[in-house]
């Protein structure tokens, strides 16, 4: 028996919940120290006037002033003396950071309508395609998990129509995570950029803190709030499952459907909203017009900055709920028709959300020595301090996992594997969950070295650009296809090792152990767009040089973090799909899935397809929404008299409706290609051939993702290391508007739609899919083959 017993679980798990939420609070109220305010009259009738006034150009007096204030500060990350001149710096800050606030939450709030419509219809459809497979019974049902008939508690389970009921629910719950975790997202996002932008007059640690608390707070509020959500739902749907364990787990596996649904059409919508305005923003500002990036003068600028906060923090914040709710959920569905759910063992059963707690705990610590401890003192500090905390948390959290392990779990238990009995030690679902914590550790320090301007393959990819935007994008396109191999090698490493040691569960907490750090994931991820928007209200304000130089260089490592939090979505996704691919697999009752089946090998073929398929309507989509935004921006630099002057604003509403309304109409054909995919194949053509159109989908998906994502991270990066010429190599390919960097410019916008939209998407595509399959697995084995039955 475990040492744990069931009333300690029921308070350490929320509890721990509740710290991870406190913690969030904390650091939201830190940052919200920082003033910004506005200090002129601002009830103008004309917004867009009003903020091309706030953004006009200074006068010199004004920006010597600011310049030789900030001279006068001390290098010592924080203690410097407070800035008393810049109250219209401030008041600048503020309003630029509502124009981005404003127009980041009504695209949300418009998206999410479309959303609760969606989530609606497609909770009736669980719920119509589940219930008819018992003809929408309300009598009790033989059991259909349980794999040892002459220990079982139970001879019957609950309806099958409570289970769709509750499924439906799950979903329901899930969507409405998921959409809370995106908007609360995004408003710390836009409450934080304003303010690590003036914290960068005082020097870089102040700045870094900013940020780095404000990506905490997302971080914190979104894992811990995850946790609680689903523990409670595992409680409320109880009351009514009673001793029907494996029916309340089968129900539960709705709600990361609902998280993820959410999250597929938030990155592919805030994909396209936010590469649509920065590539159009980029091609016309810097290329043609040879202009500074987030310059004022730029018509798309604000829509640019505002894609920042709905596509990488908002859809972000919404892929990796979903990745965690989706492996705790397989986990759970697993365990519960081993020994766990045969014997009632609660403690054992509550083990992947145990390690979820002990993450968020683990997490908190190491933000407290990134915040408090190690401070960022300098520029070159802020990479390090950034992967110092992927390195701490992974240490610490594998000490974690040990206590949990031995604390919650018999010393020897029974998973039945579907029919395969496995004898199991609790060391190794330990060795399980930390070969996934390290395979993340690896794809995040491969993820950097093929994405950082610090190494070898970004700088060659710069050094490409002498001969023209050709050679560059080759060689872009060689670091992603090269980066791919170690991150595939050390998840091969980590299934089998999950695989050999606990069968399919093993795979399943392989996945929760890559995701058990989320917080600091989040953490690092939110932070790179929050110092991106910094950067550009820095700008846009007219702040010191010297600002934008601080910020700058926590942008070029947050690009860096960005392309780490993606590798650990993919990773993640893969062993999620694996995982949910296997309860599939054994829920619809296939007993082999053999690739020289010509029903396997079809959807083998069609599965490896779909992300290709996928990647072209996104892309598509963003090149034609990019189209737009070039024209308009081209449109405006001709025929507003005095705007290349900075004499007058632009129009920056025209630009963020251009994005608004490209990102929600070409959201749906690729969400819907997702969604609809195994349930046309698995009504179509049977259990067999969805099996292998899951396993096409995943081997082809994890290796597009990884390699789209790292091309366009390696171009991004190719482009701010001969922005900042930081070496005498990098100052020999620049300044801003030579012909190299020009061609870089080109290589960042071609490789934008592939790191921002497609590549991220893809993740989810892949994950989405095995756990529709496994929702609807009744129906499909019940009435599934409608064509292939007959041929």
């Known amino acids: 028996m475990a040492v744990l017993g069931t009333a300690a679980v029921e308070v350490l798990i929320p509890v721990a919940s509740l710290i991870g939420i406190a913690f969030a609070a904390l650091q939201w109220y830190v940052v919200s120290k920082v003033p910004v305010r506005l200090h002129h009259d601002d009830n103008d009738d004309d917004d867009n006037a009003d903020l091309g006034k706030a953004m006009g150009r200074r006068s010199s007096s004004e920006v010597e002033e600011e310049e030789d204030e900030d001279d006068d500060q001390e290098e010592d990350g924080g203690a410097a003396t407070t800035i008393t001149g810049g109250r219209a710096a401030e008041s600048r800050c503020a309003e630029i950071q509502r124009a981005i606030s404003v127009g980041a939450t009504s695209f949300l709030l418009t998206e999410y309508r479309y959303l609760a419509i969606f989530t609606t219809a497609f909770a009736a459809v669980i719920f119509l395609f589940l219930g008819s497979v018992h003809r929408f019974s309300l009598h009790p049902e033989p059991c259909a998990h349980h794999n040892n008939p002459t220990t079982s508690l139970l001879t019957t389970c609950r309806p099958a129509t409570a289970g769709a009921a509750f499924t439906a629910a799950a979903f329901l719950l899930g969507a409405l995570t998921s959409v809370l975790s995106g908007y609360l997202g995004m408003r ?32 914190f509020t979104l894992a811990s709030s995850a946790l609680l959500v689903l523990y409670a739902a595992v409680n409320l749907f109880g009351l009514y499952y009673g001793e029907d364990w494996a029916g309340l787990y089968e129900a539960v596996t709705g709600y990361g459907l609902g998280g993820s649904s959410v999250a597929l059409f938030g990155r592919v919508g805030g994909g396209i909203y936010t590469k649509a305005a920065d590539v159009g923003a980029d091609l016309v500002g810097k290329v043609e017009r040879n202009i500074p990036e987030d310059d004022p003068r730029n018509p798309a600028v604000i829509a640019d900055n505002v894609g920042d906060n709905v596509g990488d923090i908002a859809g972000m914040g919404s892929d990796l ?18 020994s766990f759910g045969e014997d009632r063992d609660f403690t054992a059963m509550m083990y992947p959300l145990l390690v979820s707690a002990a993450g968020i705990l683990v997490c908190a610590v190491t933000t407290v020595v990134a915040t408090d401890v190690v401070k960022v003192k300098d520029e070159a500090a802020v990479g390090p301090a950034l992967k110092r905390q992927i390195l701490i948390s992974t240490v610490l959290m594998t000490g974690a996992i040990a206590g949990v392990t031995f604390l919650a779990l018999p010393r020897q238990f029974t998973l039945f594997d579907f029919g395969n009995v496995k004898v199991v030690k609790n060391w190794h679902l330990f060795i399980c969950v930390s070969s996934g914590l390290w395979a993340g550790l690896v794809i995040g320090y491969v993820t950097e070295y093929f994405t950082s301007n610090a190494y070898g393959p970004v700088r060659a990819v710069a050094r490409s650009c002498r001969t023209g935007a050709a050679t560059n994008v080759i060689f872009g396109l060689a670091v992603g296809y090269k980066s791919v191999i170690i991150p595939i090698l050390a998840i091969a490493a980590a299934i089998y090792a999950a695989f050999r040691l606990a069968a399919m569960y093993g795979i399943a907490l392989a996945a929760l152990g890559m995701l058990s750090t989320i917080a600091t994931g989040l953490t690092i991820d939110a932070y790179g767009p929050i ?20 910020t700058d260089a926590l942008d070029a490592a947050g690009n860096t973090t960005a392309a780490i939090g993606k ?59 990019a189209l737009r935004m070039v024209e308009e921006v081209r449109r405006q630099f001709d025929e507003i008299p005095g705007l290349a002057e900075g004499r007058v604003a632009p129009d920056y509403a025209t630009c963020v409706r251009i994005s608004t309304d490209a990102s929600l109409r070409k959201m749906m054909a690729p969400g819907a290609l997702v969604m609809l995919s195994p349930l046309v194949v698995g009504t179509l053509f049977g259990v067999e051939t969805l099996a292998g159109l899951l396993a096409g989908a995943l081997v082809s998906g994890v290796q597009v993702a990884i390699s789209a994502s790292n091309s366009g991270g390696a171009w991004d990066n190719a482009k701010k290391y001969i922005e900042a010429g930081a070496s005498e190599e990098a100052r020999l390919l620049g300044p801003k508007g030579s012909e190299a960097h020009k061609a870089a410019v080109i290589g960042d916008t071609i ?6 939209t497609s590549g991220p998407s893809l993740n989810i595509l892949i994950k989405l899919m095995a756990v529709e399959s496994l929702v609807f697995a009744p129906f499909f084995a019940a009435h599934g083959g409608i064509i292939f039955d007959h041929l």
């Open 321 to 338: 709920f979903g990745s965690y709710a989706e492996s705790t959920c397989a986990a759970l569905f697993v365990a519960s028709i081993s």
């Open 751 to 756: 490789g934008d739609p592939l790191k921002d």
């Open 188 to 219: 710390v996002a836009t409450f934080a950029n304003a303010r690590a932008a003036l914290q960068a007059r005082r020097g870089v640690g102040p700045a870094f803190a900013v940020a780095f608390r404000s990506g905490a707070a997302m971080g």
């Open 531 to 550: 110092s991106d928007n910094a950067g550009g209200i820095a700008e846009m304000a007219g702040l010191p040089p010297r600002a934008r130089r601080r």
């Open 567 to 625: 590798g650990f979505a993919i990773g993640s996704a893969a062993l999620v799909s694996l995982a949910l691919f296997g309860a599939f697999v054994g829920r619809a009752g296939v007993r082999a899935v053999d690739v020289l089946g010509p029903r396997v090998f079809v959807g083998l073929l069609v599965g490896a397809m779909l992300p290709y398929w996928f990647s072209a309507m996104t892309m598509r989509s963003v090149g034609s929404a």
